[in-house]
């Protein structure tokens, strides 16, 4: 028998609702489930109001609305689960909101990042989702269990213990090798909260855009909206200096929904994979619109450092070359790896390039989304796809998710 310490997840976006509504539907067909207590540093469904940065709340969803907290409804637990867990779905989030009809006559359009925000919350109230608002300081192992050591909102420090821990959410914004502290020097969180830097902009601006994937192209489509966004000068740079669509379809879907034949591919077909149907990528739509824009410029250059040049940002490039630029947007994504900073030094080595302890950790990412050789459990969905499946970084198979971490602290017979 488990501990009857809670499972403890950091952070309270799509991947802790679907563990706790989960939880809740356990309960309710007769499991005995272990509390789960979720630690929030601002709000449920942070990352996708708006409120916070990595969007302005008003970009389109890239994945459809209908994978939603129990998708694909196919749980270990059993039928009478994904019966239940349908009361969490994005159709009865419709339904009970009186918005359904609206939505089928609209051509089931996907909605904004704000209206996926909102329909969290809902499933949040619904499933009595109270977080602890709080900053997360410390975790570390205490005997067979975990001490997350914790600041409130008010100040006041504290603590609690847990027999597993789930990380969430996207890690801390890349930098360039070398980047100066400054407000016109952006990422993909601070972009968002930063929109005012661009107001006195002329139209005859220069904006750098640094990435090859989504967080580029949304950044991009925002800078396209702007008052002047069609007469400034965007150059989209990247080592391609290409912008490759995601892979779709029913054969690429699949592996998102149903990952349980994905372990049996060859290690080389699943980093092609990612890399052609998640990673690096644009959506069609996206690389559509950025292709008709005749102010977006692609580069293919490797951006290594910025730095303040007079009332400029000078750019340094792989090759030595410089270009100058108004304002710049380092827009390659999130480092999921980050999360260690918040445990002691040592207790997972990390060594090397980037991309090889990237590597040697995805490696190590276990059925249960935990990682090898570390007791209590550590579960890193965000570092899954690699070994476990694609979809279980991002929201297509957020019932596979709660089923594989809850498993292991829920007694099935």
């Given amino acids: 028998m488990r501990h009857k310490e809670p499972i403890l997840i950091v952070g309270a976006g799509p991947k802790a609702l679907a563990i706790h509504t989960k939880t809740q539907v356990l309960r309710q067909v007769g499991f005995p489930v272990p509390p789960v207590l979720v630690i929030e540093r601002a709000e449920i469904g942070a990352h996708w109001s708006g409120a916070l940065g990595y969007t302005d709340g008003l970009r389109l969803l890239c994945t459809p609305p209908e994978k939603d907290l129990g998708f694909p409804y196919r749980s270990a637990f059993g039928d009478r689960v994904n019966q239940y867990m349908h009361e969490y779905s994005w159709n009865r989030y419709l339904v009970e909101t009186s918005r359904i009809s609206n939505w089928i006559d609209q051509g089931r359009r996907h909605p904004t990042h704000g209206g996926w925000a909102t329909y969290l919350r809902w499933a949040a109230t619904k499933a009595g989702l109270v977080p602890i608002y709080g900053h997360v300081r410390l975790i570390e192992p205490e005997g067979n269990l975990w001490r997350v050591s914790f600041t409130l909102r008010d100040g006041t420090p504290a603590a609690a213990s847990a027999q597993g821990v789930v990380i969430t959410g996207p890690g801390e914004a890349f930098r360039l090798d070398v980047q100066d502290d400054d407000p016109r020097i952006l990422d993909g969180k601070s972009f968002w909260t930063s929109l005012h830097v661009f107001a006195d902009l002329g139209s005859d601006a220069a904006v750098a855009v640094i990435g090859t994937g989504e967080t580029a192209a949304t950044i991009v489509g925002a800078l396209l909206d702007m008052p002047r966004g069609r007469a400034m000068r965007i150059d989209l740079i990247n080592r391609r200096g290409m912008l490759y669509t995601r892979e779709e379809g029913p054969h690429a879907n699949r592996f998102f929904s149903d990952p349980s034949n994905w372990h049996n591919q060859p290690l080389s077909f699943r980093s092609d994979f990612i890399s052609r149907a998640d990673k690096g990528v644009f959506s069609k739509n ?72 990237f590597n040697a950790i995805a490696k190590r990412i276990q059925f249960d989304l935990s990682l090898s050789e570390l007791e209590p459990k550590l579960h890193l969905p965000m570092l899954a796809a690699l070994e476990q499946g694609p979809g279980f970084p991002n929201l297509t198979c957020l019932g596979h998710l709660s089923d594989r971490i809850l498993w292991n602290y829920v007694p099935t017979s």
Wanted: aromatic share 8%.
């Fill in 286 to 357: 996206a690389k559509d619109r950025i292709e008709q824009a005749e102010n977006v410029h692609l580069l293919a250059r490797t951006a290594k450092s910025a730095r303040i040049a007079g009332s400029q940002i000078e750019l340094m490039y792989g090759d030595g070359q410089t270009e100058r630029y108004d304002r710049v947007i380092v827009a390659t994504g999130f480092n999921p790896l980050s999360c260690f900073k918040l445990f002691p030094k040592g207790l997972v080595r990390l060594n090397g390039s980037w991309k090889s302890r």
